[in-house]
């Protein structure tokens, strides 16, 4: 027997990739995240707790925005242990949701955050009494400048895993290992347990956190009965999908933080060891900026057999004093 609650207005409108569009290695020129959990396993201990995109009176249309925002409060939690909440309603407005469109893209949602930042839901809540002309409305400019001050501490990147239309499972279990992946495909048609696509289109937008053998798992936007509760469970957002389940669209998002190199009034003088080659640096520097710095004024650092830079054909030749 199939059990079917088709989301007919989930918010998500698919499109495929665009020239702009970061393809993990194919197109995108993103140094990848780093390797969190070995195995895959591990995000679901850093669910923010569930929230619908629905209150008593209205569907948000915003899948997308749920999604994405609820593996990035994941990620600043897992990574740099950094708990916070991310108001969806923030986003409305700035990812063009709309219910006269039927939602937005998932490019549109990630562009949102990554050129606009975060609010926690404390600043700008929605709620079981929030308003459709209240949530789509464009947020106070206060509100829009706490946003935006996120970005002058954190980087946001995004891309996608592969071409969509039918991403392998195989790629997003691989991608579990550094972040949680967000997805698109058909919600929701239930049979023994796991949930199949029916053939059709997708239509909603969610996050996968975890797999279990053949079957990727789902932490949605919508409890199953689709009835509004403000004390639902969060395992009534979990969803099983069928190992045949078509994956769209893949997409998985990261922070960094933004670390700024206090100025001195002095550059330490640097020499290859084995060659009369100088460089001059800052007191700190990363590998890559000092790398870069050394190719821009036609000088070659001294690396390893690796490839890495060789530190130890590297030493401090004394320090100079900068002009004021």
């Known amino acids: 027997m199939i059990t079917i609650t088709e989301i007919k207005d989930s918010g998500f409108r698919y499109e495929p990739e665009q020239p702009q569009d970061y393809i993990m290695g194919v197109t995108s020129p ?29 569907d948000t249309f915003s899948c997308t925005i749920y999604s994405i925002l609820k593996a990035t409060v994941a990620y600043l939690h897992k990574v740099y242990g950094v708990e916070t909440t991310m108001s969806e309603m923030y986003h409305a407005f700035f990812a063009g949701v709309s219910i006269e469109k039927g939602g937005t893209t998932a490019r549109q949602a990630l562009e949102s955050l990554r050129l606009n930042g975060w609010v926690p839901d404390s600043e700008y809540p929605f709620t079981a009494e929030t308003t459709s002309e209240q949530f789509f409305l464009k947020p106070p400019e206060t509100i829009i400048l706490q946003g935006k001050d996120k970005l002058t501490k954190w980087k946001v990147h995004w891309e996608q895993l592969d071409v969509s239309g039918n991403v392998p499972h195989s790629k997003i279990k691989e991608a579990l290992k550094r972040t949680e992946v967000l997805c698109s495909g058909y919600a929701w048609a239930e049979r023994g347990g796991e949930f199949i696509d029916l053939g059709k289109r997708a239509n909603h937008m969610f996050k996968i956190d975890d797999y279990r053998g053949d079957n990727l798992i789902v932490y949605d936007s919508y409890p199953f009965d689709r009835q509004y509760d403000q004390d639902s469970e969060d395992v009534e957002f979990e969803k099983v999908l069928a190992s045949s389940y078509r994956i769209w669209s893949a997409h998985r998002v990261w922070l960094t933080p933004i670390v700024t190199v206090k100025k001195t ?7 290859d ?4 080659t100088i460089f001059f640096a800052d007191p700190v520097l990363s590998e890559g900026a000092f790398e870069s710095y050394a190719a821009n004024h036609g000088k070659e ?12 054909r590297i030493e401090i030749d004394g320090e100079v004093e900068l002009k004021k």
């Open 30 to 58: 993103l140094p990848a995240p780093p390797v969190i959990f070995p195995n895959g396993h591990g995000w679901t201990k850093y669910r923010a707790k569930a929230e619908m995109q629905f209150n008593k009176h209205f």
């Open 265 to 271: 009034n002095t550059t330490k003088i640097l020499k």
């Open 273 to 276: 060891k084995d060659s009369s």
């Open 301 to 312: 650092v001294p690396k390893d057999k690796e490839g890495k830079l060789d530190w130890d």
